[in-house]
């Protein structure tokens, strides 16, 4: 055993989910001496939706990667990565982020002991994430572009510099994030019959895609799920069929214009009967609220799943009882401005019980 491995890789007994490069290891890219980084993510909850269920006559789960350590499913393709990064040697990695990429970076390269450079389309950051970046200790480059511009340098970094990108043209990152696809269809016992997700730089469709033909191939599911994936309208290349050069939408974390797994999320749809469509920042922001409204805070661009589903369902596309899984990728303390924006201050009252009674209409 080399001196890196971790005790809990063998000995801990306590049930606790022990991070997806343990729990996932005879899947993973990974031999007895790779280093594991990790923060314990994955084994988020799939929680059932009786409110969204009754709604569209289908059963509907949420599937909450916001409820991952850095609050992102950025964490279940970072661990590998980070890992592999320093198994390699590599002392510094880098990458483009509109925000929750760079989060996990930062967080799983501080694990790791590594350096991490972040680099983000200026002014077009959550606070929320660009605290994270900077709480860990990343080096922050703000790009005067946008995302695709970010990432345009980050490629070009990497290939003339010693420095591993993390992005999801990161093998690995893909690698990762297959683990949800396995999570939903243990926790459901199955594979659902939907999947929901948002598309920004599309690599996340990309992986759950892969994971479930994997757990097809190997028997552990009898049937695949319809993919079906939701770019905002004001950033929606996929859909229109042409780059966006200037994406626009408040679901900051699908504002992009070139994804890097573009060819990759089409297949996903077309191979599984799919389809990747587009919605409205209006449809997204009114999902985020009545998916708030029903106990789930949600990250805005993770929303689009549910605006997705609620417009499948307005237009009939949903089959009645259909098991439907929708992936909420992020949490909505990211940018808890949306939550705010709009709402009444707080009613401020005196220390005095009977007060409060009267303005909550108990008395
Ligand atoms: C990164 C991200 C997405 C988009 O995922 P892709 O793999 O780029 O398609 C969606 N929602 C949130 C919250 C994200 O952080």
């Known amino acids: ?79 590998v990565a980070i890992s592999k990064a320093k198994e390699a040697g590599a002392q510094a990695v880098i990458c483009a982020s509109t925000g929750n990429t760079s989060a996990a970076a930062a967080a799983y390269a501080a694990k790791a002991g590594l350096t991490a450079a972040v680099v983000v389309p200026k002014g077009k950051i959550a606070l929320g994430k660009l605290a994270q970046a900077v709480v860990h200790g990343a080096t922050v480059l703000q790009v ?46 199955r594979a659902p019959d939907l999947h929901l997700l948002p598309v920004g730089n599309a690599g996340n469709i990309t992986a759950h895609w892969r994971g479930y033909r994997e757990y097809h191939a190997d028997g552990v599911i009898d049937s695949l799920p319809l993919m079906h ?34 060819p990759f999320a089409v297949a996903a749809a077309d191979e599984s009967g799919g389809s990747i469509t587009a919605v409205t920042d209006r449809q997204i922001l009114a999902a985020f609220r009545l ?9 805005l661009a993770s929303t689009a799943s549910i605006a997705g589903l609620l417009r499948m369902h307005e ?15 992020g949490h909505g303390l990211k940018d808890p401005e949306w939550a705010i924006a709009g709402a009444a201050d707080p009613t401020t009252i005196p220390v005095d019980a009977d007060h409060a009674a009267r303005v909550l209409g108990l008395a």
């Open 229 to 262: 994936g939701f770019q905002a309208a004001g950033a929606s290349p996929i859909v229109r069929g042409e780059r966006v050069t200037s994406p626009s939408t408040i679901a900051t974390a699908i504002r992009i214009g070139n994804p890097a797994s573009w």
């Open 315 to 329: 237009a009939g596309q949903l089959p009645r009882g259909a098991t439907v899984v929708c992936v909420l990728t």
């Open 144 to 189: 005067q572009g946008n995302f695709d511009d970010a990432l345009d340098v980050c490629r070009d970094l990497a290939d003339r510099y010693p420095v591993e990108l993390v992005n999801s043209v990161n093998p690995y990152r893909i690698d990762g994030q297959r683990t949800a696809a396995w999570e939903i269809c243990d926790q459901l016992g």
């Open 291 to 299: 998916i708030a409204r029903n106990g789930v805070f949600a990250e």
């Open 1 to 79: 055993m080399s001196a890196q491995a971790p005790v809990d890789r063998a000995t801990d007994r306590s049930g606790v989910w022990r991070g997806l490069l343990v729990e996932y290891a005879d899947r993973m890219p990974i031999g007895p001496d790779t280093p594991i980084v990790t923060l314990r993510e994955g084994g988020t909850p799939l929680i059932h939706s009786e409110f969204l269920s009754e709604l569209t006559g289908c059963d509907v789960h949420i599937k909450f990667d916001g409820a991952n350590p850095t609050g992102s499913f950025k964490d279940r393709g970072m661990t």
